[in-house]
């Protein structure tokens, strides 16, 4: 079975800047996340998704990231435009199914850093 | 707000000796989930818990969920250097849709 991908792995962009990160989670899974994981940290939750729905995004700051899964499998993650802060791993994550009684399946993350 | 504490931030071990990291939650969980994450790498599921005072054990680790189902630990048995990584716990918390609320993990280096 193959696991979660996400690319790219690195990015290093300038602050103001924009970028992308995309995510293809296991086959069948409805539910995706998106995580952002600063270093030193555990991994916090951005916005969840049931298939193309948006479950909870309280956490997602919307003035600057947004994310869509528009035919219900492969998600994508914006900032526009990106601050010094935003400098961590951002995780995908899926799960079978929404409830919290679900293991999650983690990407190998996107490490981005801002300049 | 809901939160989900991990005690102790870091700890060094010599190889063979035991660690235990525990986590404490601000509100009941209706499960617990316990991950681990090795240098460089990503969350790796673990284990759930999901019944007051549950014990489950995986070969040298056995993990615990409290009476009141808002702490857990996680014990590990004479350690060996492929243990090191960062454990992190996470409970879904009733009020929020069963989100995961992870804590900030302990971080465990091991000397051979």
């Known amino acids: 079975e193959a696991g979660v991908a996400q690319s790219p792995r690195y990015k290093i962009i300038e602050k103001r800047q924009s970028v992308a990160f995309w995510c293809n989670p296991i086959s069948g899974h409805a539910t995706l996340y998106w995580y952002q994981q600063i270093l030193g940290q555990g991994p916090k939750l951005l916005i969840q998704?049931?298939?193309?729905?948006?479950?909870?995004d309280s956490q997602l700051p919307k003035d600057r990231f947004s994310a869509e899964r528009l035919k219900g499998v492969d998600s994508t993650l914006k900032i526009q435009p990106a601050k010094l802060e935003d400098s961590a791993v951002y995780l995908c994550?899926?799960?079978?199914?929404?409830?919290?009684?679900?293991?999650?399946?983690f990407g190998p993350g996107t490490r981005l850093t801002v300049t | 707000g809901q939160q989900v504490m991990q005690i102790p931030q870091y700890q060094h071990v010599q190889e063979g000796e035991d660690f235990t990291t525990y986590c404490n939650s601000s509100t009941t969980l209706s499960n617990i989930q316990w991950y681990k994450q090795r240098p460089g790498g990503h969350p790796v599921f673990l284990i759930q818990l999901v019944k007051s005072g549950e014990v489950k054990k995986q070969k040298r680790l056995t993990f615990q969920f409290g009476e009141a189902k808002k702490n857990s630990s996680l014990h590990i048995t004479a350690t060996q250097t492929t243990d090191v990584g960062t454990y992190f716990c996470a409970g879904p918390f009733y009020n929020q849709g069963g989100k995961l609320i992870f804590g900030q993990g302990t971080e465990l280096s091991v000397k051979p």
């Open positions: 994550a899926s799960s079978l199914k929404l409830t919290g009684g679900y293991e999650q399946y």
């Open positions: 998704f049931q298939n193309n729905g948006v479950v909870d």
